[in-house]
T-cell receptor, first 110, second 118 residues
């Protein structure tokens, strides 16, 4: 029982490159979230999903896209990476009010 | 809209002395509240949660927190700090969000860095 798994764990991108972060859950939760963590800012919500086929914008959605084609997967895409997107990204699933987090992806854009 | 304010960005204590990390929240409904801990270069670990049961909540590693609705606070305490408690602590509020179509959206505070001196 893996819980919430994020792939990859580390990545370095050049400015302008694209990539997709994968979040996979085996908890059968409807809610899934993508956050970014920056020093002194806590975790800020990028996008979220309340079920398969649905997505919605969070607090800081610009420069990111998401898809939830299957209930167990939530993908976060960066179409043209910028240095301001250097961050640690956390995926989470939710049931009722509680969230369960993956281990994070450290992304550096140079 | 819900929000969380962690009143101290850094708290410094000596090993063996009490710990107090302060958190105030704002919520329009009946919130659930959580404390998470993050050790350097690690993920988030749930310390404890309040979900409308007992207002004094006990968590792991000797931590506890008290929900005070009248003060809109959820402060985290520990009687005696240990060196291994040095980490970043996040207070989180989660409630039904009208702006998100009634979805639950966990909202984080900015974090408090706990420093423990020998």
């Amino acid at each position: 029982n893996a819980g919430v798994t994020q792939t990859p764990k580390f990545r370095v991108l050049k400015t302008g490159q694209s990539m997709t972060l994968l979040c996979a859950q085996d908890m059968n939760h409807e809610y899934m979230y993508w956050y970014r963590q920056d020093p002194g800012m806590g975790l800020r919500l990028i996008h979220y999903s309340v079920g398969e086929g649905t997505t919605a914008k969070g607090e800081v959605p610009d420069g990111y896209n998401v898809s939830r084609l299957k209930k167990q997967n939530f993908l976060l895409g960066l179409e043209s990476a910028a240095p301001s997107q250097t961050s640690v990204y956390f995926c989470a699933t939710g049931v009722n009010t509680e969230a369960f987090f993956g281990q994070g992806t450290r992304l550096t854009v140079v | 809209a819900q929000s969380v304010t962690q009143l101290d960005s850094h708290v410094s204590v000596s090993e063996g002395t009490p710990v107090l990390l302060r958190c105030n929240y704002s919520s329009s409904y009946s919130p659930s509240l959580f404390w998470y801990v993050q050790h350097p270069n690690k993920g988030l670990q749930l310390l404890l949660k309040y979900t409308s049961a007992a207002t004094l909540v006990k968590g792991i590693n000797g931590f506890e927190a008290e929900f005070k609705k009248s003060e809109t606070s959820f402060h985290l305490t520990k009687p005696s700090a240990h060196m291994s408690d040095a980490a970043e602590y996040f207070c989180v509020v989660s409630d039904v969000s009208p702006t998100a179509g009634g979805s639950y959206i966990p909202t984080f505070g900015r974090g408090t860095s706990l420093i423990v001196h020998p």
